[in-house]
């Protein structure tokens, strides 16, 4: 069997599947899918009448405050205003191309540039998918007002084992108080949906058919949300251990010969516990889990218009002749409540890295220079959690 451009061919006897024409594709996106996702006419219409827009700042309207004095018939009434809430929103800019070779075609009769169009809607899905999990890894790095450590504090719970019966009630309620109604699906690997499902923690959604027969169906919910399950972040890493723990590696200095069953302590990582290791210390390696559960909404979404989304070229000269797909985009994904400040940006559109970069985000707030002055979004309308665990 022979290769041309990455191709596997054979004059005589090699064909390419009809039952199955290409490789599975095992990323299921579904957080893209969902409806945490929904449309915004504020972004369309600040961001969408013009391709020359990359940025724009959005103002909420405040809630009444102040303290009511006593009406006695001796003090004064005093009055205050309300005040406006900013959220800036930022046009992320993806594009890439696929070319094919004729002479591939040729040689195997099968139409490559097909092959490309019918994967383009999928492979923009993962895109965006990946552009939500960076804004979600950068908006759980905020540190730059005290309201973003709140935030940070009250919507990460992080789990020495695995999780429980009581995780997600306890998360959502550290979060948001009694506004944990708000919370509608829960984004976990399979991994933890797995483990969740041994413990039978998950009910199994059903159907009744015409002939009102209940059925099971492969959906799950925990505690009332729906649990849906995709590519999650995961990392391996080294937690606590004792010397009973299966697995476990004693760490030992720097400057000794560990044997099978020990570690340096320099090669203690990444670690993902919280306490000062020492020589003499156990750990074990394993996987730290990150699990969403966010509210149905939650992340505000346009597909802003451009002018060119897709382009086709052919050079007729090169490689003997050859077609280029090419395609292009420029979508919005805002967080309810988190401000997109853009401090750390290089140029018009960020990057995956500078979406995950804490700087650039912060609680939305009403935009005085002192953060004294400042009046923050209560954390607690925000139905965004992260709960972290080892399965």
């Known amino acids: 069997m022979g290769k041309f451009d990455a191709k596997s061919f054979n004059e005589k006897n090699f064909k390419y599947s009809v039952e199955h024409p290409r490789v599975p594709n095992l990323k299921t996106n579904e957080m893209k899918k969902s409806k945490v996702l929904k449309g915004s006419e504020d972004i369309r219409n600040t961001l969408g009448a013009s391709e020359s827009s990359a940025y724009a700042r959005i103002a909420m309207k405040g809630l009444l405050d102040g303290q009511a004095v006593n009406y006695d018939g001796k003090t004064d009434i005093t009055a205050t205003g309300t005040k406006t809430f900013e959220r800036g929103v930022v046009v992320v800019g993806r594009a890439k191309a696929w070319t094919e070779k004729d002479f591939a075609e040729d040689l195997t009769g099968e139409d490559f540039m097909q092959n490309i169009a019918d994967q383009v809607a999928d492979y923009k899905d993962a895109l965006d998918q990946d552009t939500i999990l960076s804004e979600l890894k950068g908006i759980f790095s905020m540190s730059t007002s005290n309201e973003d450590k709140r935030f940070i504090e009250k919507h990460i719970s992080k789990i020495k084992g695995n999780m429980s019966s009581t995780t997600l009630n306890s998360a959502t309620n550290k979060a948001c108080g009694k506004n944990k109604k708000s919370f509608r699906m829960v984004f976990m690997d399979s991994d933890v949906q797995t483990n969740l499902e041994n413990m039978n923690l998950l009910k199994n959604l059903t159907y009744t058919d015409k002939d009102g027969i209940t059925r099971d169906i492969s959906l799950y919910s925990w505690n009332g949300r729906l649990v849906i399950v995709d590519d999650m972040p995961k990392t391996e890493g080294y937690f606590d251990a004792t010397a009973d723990t299966e697995g476990a590696l004693k760490i030992v200095a720097n400057t000794a010969t560990p044997s099978a069953d020990e570690i340096k302590l320099e090669d203690v990582t990444p670690y993902l516990d919280d306490r000062a290791l020492k020589a003499g210390d156990y750990v074990v390696l394993g996987t730290e889990y990150t699990t969403y559960a966010l509210g149905e909404g939650t992340i505000d979404y346009e597909d802003l218009p451009i002018k060119h989304p897709y382009g086709a ?35 018009l559109s960020p990057t995956d890295e500078e979406l995950e970069n804490g700087t650039n985000w912060t609680i939305v707030n009403s935009g005085e220079e002192a953060e004294a002055d400042r009046s923050y979004i209560d954390h607690r309308s925000i139905a965004i959690v992260k709960i972290v665990s080892r399965g």
């Open 313 to 347: 070229s052919r050079d007729e000269a090169k490689n003997g002749g050859e077609d280029t797909l090419y395609m292009r985009q420029r979508k919005v994904f805002a967080p309810f409540g988190i401000s997109y400040e853009k401090k750390v940006q290089a140029s």
